[in-house]
């Protein structure tokens, strides 16, 4: 489940709003027991890409056993 999250949130990154000169991108680290998940999503706006990050971030939204350490986001403003 956590695979096909991370699936659907990397196709952001295929969306016409990447090609915008002034967007913002979300990083999404995961955290595994023997490996590491990166996702990077382009959005449109900082208060998007905080949005975002906040529902990401809250392990209430996550489905099935999750470790709270294993979880990192931060939003950066794209060139």
């Known amino acids: 489940m956590k695979r096909f999250l991370l699936l ?3 196709a952001g990154l295929l969306s016409p709003i990447a090609a915008k000169a002034e967007s913002y991108k979300l990083l999404v680290k995961v955290r595994e027991v023997r ?3 990166t ?3 382009t959005m449109a706006s900082k208060q998007a890409c905080e949005e975002a990050k906040k529902k990401v ?4 939204n996550w489905e099935g056993s999750f470790s709270v350490n294993g979880l990192a986001a931060i939003c950066i403003k794209s060139k």
Do not use: G, R
Request: aromatic share 0%; proline share 0%.
């Open 8 to 10: 659907a949130l990397t």
């Open 57 to 60: 971030v809250d392990v209430d």
């Open 39 to 41: 996702s990077v999503l």
């Open 35 to 37: 490996s590491v998940s």
